[in-house]
Nanobody, 124 residues
């Protein structure tokens, strides 16, 4: 069992930056692939980014490459999502998730544990 708590979401102007954090407790953090997803009302939750256990490999939704960066600090049991050049369409609740396997990191069903989400609002 692992517990995930996101933080860092807030209201920001378009063009600004935010860094989200996801703190994990419970089982060994480094055992998990970590992912970020986001969801807006009326839409399905969508993949944002993922990072492998050691942090060597990262993966992104095609539309977000170059603006978002995922990283992790296994010593701090924390995964981060750096978001730059934010756009109003980035407005969503952002969730972090943990997966024990890594077959399909972009699929919601691959993840075993989820945080409660943090709201990011980008104003135009």
């Amino acid at each position: 069992q692992v517990q995930l708590v996101e933080s860092g979401g807030e209201l920001v102007q378009a063009g600004g930056s935010l860094r989200l954090s996801c703190a994990a407790s419970g089982r060994t953090f480094s055992s998990y692939i970590m992912g970020w997803f986001r969801q807006t009302p009326g839409k399905e939750r969508e993949f944002v980014a993922a990072i492998t256990r050691t942090g060597v490999n990262t993966y992104y939704a095609d539309s977000l490459k170059g603006r978002f960066t995922v990283s992790r600090d296994n010593a701090k049991n924390t995964v981060y999502l750096q978001m730059n050049s934010l756009k109003p369409e980035d407005t969503a609740v952002y969730y972090c998730a943990a997966a024990l396997t890594s077959s399909y990191y972009y699929l919601i069903d691959s993840y075993n544990y989820w945080g409660q989400g943090t709201q990011v609002t980008v104003s135009s």
